[in-house]
């Protein structure tokens, strides 16, 4: 009976150290994580600028507003802006300011995109957390991930204009769509 009840103890005492164990050290690196985001961002916004027919970048939801074309452009132009800011040697792309037709647009967001993928190819985790030499003034003092990040925000929150955009030109956005 004794050796029963040890043998159940030493059991339950295995069981509970394997499950109390702390995981085992996960290699994460912020760098990669950054860029997995900005790729994949890039590929999401690439399929939905791509939805809207040519003839439609146009299109303005209201006369105020800008065409889809212009807000297309807009991420490019910001990007590339703000991308400045991180420091690096990777050359910023020419954006051209009247680049609003559906090819030139989109080259240009693509453009942006790749540069960003450059500047993050430069960085480590240690860099990516240090302070950006030329931070924004409306930002403050910021680390080169906190502008990526920013940017990351601001593309999102034209993706959802694009949706808009869309549905009222009677096409669904490409994450919306069945099979």
Same mark, same amino acid.
């Given at each position: 009976?004794?050796?029963?009840?040890? !043998?159940?103890?030493?059991?339950?005492?295995?069981?509970?150290?394997?499950?109390?164990? &702390? +995981?085992?050290? @996960? #290699?994460?690196?912020?760098? $990669?994580?950054?860029?997995?985001?900005?790729?994949?961002?890039?590929? !999401?916004? !690439?399929?939905?600028?791509?939805?809207?027919? $040519?003839?439609?970048?146009?299109?303005?939801?209201?006369? &105020? @507003? @800008?065409?889809?074309?212009?807000?297309?452009?807009?991420? $490019?132009?910001?990007?590339?802006?703000?991308?400045?800011?991180?420091? =690096?040697?990777?050359?910023?792309?020419?954006?051209?300011?009247?680049?609003?037709?559906?090819? +030139? #647009?989109?080259? +240009?967001?693509?453009?942006?995109?790749?540069?960003?993928?450059?500047?993050?190819?430069?960085? /480590?985790?240690? /860099?990516? *957390?240090?302070?950006?030499?030329?931070?924004?003034?409306?930002?403050? &003092?910021?680390?080169?991930?906190?502008?990526?990040?920013?940017?990351?925000?601001?593309?999102?929150?034209?993706? =959802?204009?694009?949706?808009?955009? *869309?549905?009222?030109?009677?096409?669904?956005? &490409?994450?919306?769509?069945?099979?």
């Amino acid at each position: 009976m004794k050796q029963v009840v040890r !043998t159940a103890g030493l059991v339950c005492a295995v069981i509970v150290g394997v499950m109390l164990r &702390p +995981a085992a050290a @996960q #290699s994460v690196s912020i760098q $990669a994580e950054m860029l997995k985001d900005w790729t994949d961002l890039k590929e !999401t916004m !690439t399929k939905i600028a791509n939805e809207m027919p $040519a003839d439609k970048y146009g299109f303005k939801p209201t006369p &105020p @507003q @800008q065409s889809f074309g212009e807000r297309n452009l807009h991420i $490019a132009q910001v990007n590339v802006r703000f991308l400045r800011a991180i420091g =690096g040697k990777a050359a910023p792309p020419a954006i051209d300011a009247n680049a609003t037709s559906k090819e +030139a #647009s989109m080259k +240009a967001v693509a453009d942006s995109f790749d540069y960003g993928t450059a500047l993050l190819k430069e960085l /480590t985790d240690q /860099t990516i *957390l240090q302070a950006a030499p030329m931070a924004p003034p409306f930002l403050g &003092p910021s680390t080169r991930a906190r502008i990526y990040t920013f940017l990351i925000g601001h593309t999102w929150d034209i993706y =959802g204009q694009f949706a808009v955009y *869309l549905r009222l030109n009677g096409k669904v956005p &490409p994450a919306s769509q069945r099979p």
